[in-house]
């Protein structure tokens, strides 16, 4: 029989595994989430658009802007995706590793890392393509719009099932993307439903504080700056409470895996306990 994701004490570990190793967290997150979110925030502008600007060229100017920041978002992506690993390594290894040696090791994963989510994102976005051509080449616009919802809905499964491939690659040390898929879709088996609560609860929990704390942020430097000073302390406080919840999401990770893992070895327990 599989586990089943007990959402209130996956919460729970994930919330004393951050205050377990805050400061090594702290540290970490300060270099691959907060300085690269920050980076992208101040260099990328959002895009301006004059008001009554037409939906077509909303969508141009978007994507120009886009394009243009492309490879300072992948940089950045990389960056998190090794920060990712290296705070799993710091969370759930037994060996207490140092910063130096979870990041070393986080950048060992970054390759495998990469391909796994390249071989996720081609295969669910061939997927939905073809769907969606197949159902507009017919011609009958709800049958378009049922395909359209139903290949979201599967995309958005396919995503959930493939959820702990970074567990697997830092805590299992799997090296083999394909091997990291499979042993992701065979820990989430009977457990979508679950999975999608909990990341939902959580990502509703961030935008409620998220939006409150920017709220109070706004009127108060609204009030006390002007300009780019304005624009970079804004960037900076909403760096910093997206790194925060970054971390959190992390530790929910290494915690939905603990669970659907089962026992892990002897020498692990005392990292969950």
Do not use: C
């Not at 089943?4 to 400061?23: G, H, I, P, Q, Y």
């Not at 920041?69 to 960056?79: C, D, G, K, N, R």
């Not at 300009?227 to 970079?232: A, D, K, N």
């Not at 919840?245 to 969950?272: H, I, K, N, S, T």
């Amino acid at each position: 029989m599989m586990p089943r994701l007990d959402s209130s004490l996956a919460w729970k570990t994930a919330t004393r595994l951050v205050a377990t190793n805050r400061d090594m967290l702290m540290a970490i997150a300060g270099v691959f989430f907060l300085l690269p979110g920050l980076a992208f925030a101040v260099f990328v502008p959002e895009p301006q658009m004059a008001p009554g600007t037409p939906p077509g060229e909303m969508m141009e100017i978007i994507a120009d802007t886009w394009t243009a920041s492309m490879p300072l978002l992948i940089l950045v992506t990389l960056l998190q995706m090794a920060g990712t690993v290296s705070m799993l390594v710091v969370m759930t290894d037994p060996a207490r590793p140092t910063v130096g040696q979870a990041i070393r090791r986080g950048f060992m994963a970054l390759g495998p890392y990469v391909l796994a989510q390249i071989m996720v994102g081609g295969a669910l976005g061939m997927a939905f393509l073809l769907l969606v051509s197949a159902a507009a080449l017919t011609g009958v616009q709800a049958l378009a719009a049922f395909v359209v919802i139903a290949a979201f809905v599967a995309m958005v499964w396919g995503s959930l099932r493939m959820a702990l491939v970074a567990p697997v690659l830092a805590i299992e040390a799997q090296r083999n993307p394909l091997q990291a898929l499979r042993r992701s879709w065979q820990l989430t088996e009977g457990n979508s439903g679950r999975l999608l609560g909990f990341f939902v609860l959580a990502g509703l929990l961030f935008a409620v504080v998220y939006g409150l704390a920017m709220m109070l942020v706004g009127v108060v430097l609204v009030l006390t700056t002007d300009g780019s000073v304005q624009h970079v302390l804004t960037a900076a406080v909403s760096s910093a409470l997206t790194s925060g919840a970054l971390v959190y999401f992390v530790a929910m990770l290494a915690a939905v895996y603990r669970q659907l893992a089962g026992e892990p070895r002897d020498e692990v327990m005392g990292v969950f306990e």
